[in-house]
């Protein structure tokens, strides 16, 4: 790949993973509640699964969707399905008695559910707009049939260590509000501000 093509595709990769959309969202959120520790599986489950996607797309996936207009919108289906979900479970707390982001017991430890496994986050990928966009536009644009499966390589490892610490800033933010949402109120409505903001994530699925 030559080195200006390299560059450019590094900047995209910071650009598609540092701006807002479902995974970043949901790592705000998940830093919040969790904190950064927890959320690690959650951030490797993003990586990995975009690898996976990128590979999928790369195969041929890509040109099957564009081959078969209704899988597509199959697809879209199930993605808006997914973030809808995730938005109400989102914003469910802050209609609870008491919504609050980070809970205490007796002892003033925090008390916490789950945050979103690994698995869990490798498979959101696949219903994830933003992450197929970018993987498509990826495919489509930093890569040659002559060097396809270099090309794809070189983009999966930039995606890997430059995407990761990018959207753990995102995650490292959240967690830094852990202290500020025990309030309740402030928990209300940074939960309902963050199913807001992933409600808006919906938008690529209408373009």
């Known amino acids: 790949m030559p080195i200006e093509q390299l560059i450019a595709l590094m900047g995209f990769v910071v650009v598609m993973t540092g701006t807002p959309g479902p995974n970043n969202m949901m790592l705000l959120a998940s830093g919040a509640n969790f904190g950064f520790r927890r959320s690690i599986p959650h951030i490797l489950g993003i990586t990995i699964g975009c690898q996976i996607l990128l590979l999928s797309i790369a195969m041929g996936l890509g040109q099957l969707l564009t081959r078969f207009p209704i899988l597509e919108m199959v697809l879209k289906i199930l993605c808006g399905g997914a973030l809808l979900y995730l938005t109400w479970m989102l914003i469910k707390p802050a209609f609870a008695p008491t919504p609050v982001v980070v809970q205490s017991d007796k002892d003033h430890a925090p008390v916490v559910t789950k945050p979103l496994s690994f698995w869990q986050a490798a498979m959101f990928q696949w219903v994830n707009p933003k992450a197929w966009m970018m993987m498509l536009t990826a495919i489509a644009t930093y890569t040659q049939p002559q060097?396809?499966?270099?090309?794809?390589?070189?983009?999966?490892?930039?995606?890997?260590?430059?995407?990761?610490?990018?959207?753990?800033?995102?995650?490292?933010?959240?967690?830094?509000?852990?202290?500020?949402?025990?309030?309740?109120?402030?928990?209300?409505?940074?939960?309902?501000?963050?199913?807001v903001l992933l409600l808006g994530s919906m938008y690529p699925l209408f373009q």
């Open 147 to 195: 060097t396809m499966w270099a090309n794809t390589l070189m983009i999966g490892f930039l995606f890997a260590v430059l995407g990761m610490p990018v959207i753990s800033m995102w995650n490292l933010f959240g967690a830094s509000l852990r202290a500020f949402l025990l309030d309740p109120l402030k928990a209300r409505v940074f939960n309902l501000v963050m199913g």
